[in-house]
């Protein structure tokens, strides 16, 4: 599969997050960042760091 854009890549990355979550046995939050801020996050089960996507580093 190739990517185009960093839109294509962060669209596809920000897919598969939703899903890593339920893979793992213990309990995590997935964060998608660049490098200076949060683009997405998706919180644990019990974990929840409430990060807001545009969140600074």
Do not use: Q
């Amino acid at each position: 599969m190739n990517f185009e854009s960093d839109e294509e890549i962060f669209a596809a990355v920000s897919y598969t997050s939703r899903f890593i979550t339920s893979v793992f046995p213990v309990d995590c939050t997935i964060g998608i960042t660049d490098v200076t801020k949060f683009l997405a996050y998706y919180p644990g089960n019990k974990i929840d760091l409430k990060v807001k996507p545009s969140t600074f580093l």
